[in-house]
């Protein structure tokens, strides 16, 4: 039986969903939990490409968390003068 109406994404003109990726390089980061907080922050950051649905409010306050948590380490970081260390804060945006 052959199709009888487009499917809705083709009939209304509209792309397929988006496919994204994440990659984490192991910049700076040594310590394997460095590297999943920063796999958390890249989820996180992927909850804000779709809307309506209470995970966005979720990994907002999850950034600001983690924002918290690098004014903290580059506070430590200026009091023990280890200002060589001071960009292994894990990126938000």
């Known amino acids: 039986m052959g199709q009888c109406r487009p499917r809705p994404p083709e009939f209304f003109g509209l792309e397929p969903p988006v496919t994204v990726t994440i990659t984490i390089?192991?910049?700076s980061?040594?310590?394997?939990e460095d590297m999943t907080v920063l796999w958390?922050?890249?989820?996180m950051k992927l909850a804000f490409?779709?809307?309506f649905h209470f995970g966005v409010f979720y990994a907002y306050v999850r950034l600001c968390e983690q924002e918290a948590r690098n004014i903290v380490w580059i506070a430590e970081c200026v009091s023990q003068r280890?200002?060589?260390k001071i960009d292994n804060y894990i990126p938000i945006f």
Request: glycine share 0%; proline share 0%.
């Open 25 to 27: 390089t192991k910049m």
């Open 29 to 32: 980061h040594d310590d394997d």
């Open 40 to 43: 958390q922050c890249n989820l």
């Open 82 to 84: 280890r200002r060589a």
């Open 49 to 51: 490409i779709n809307q």
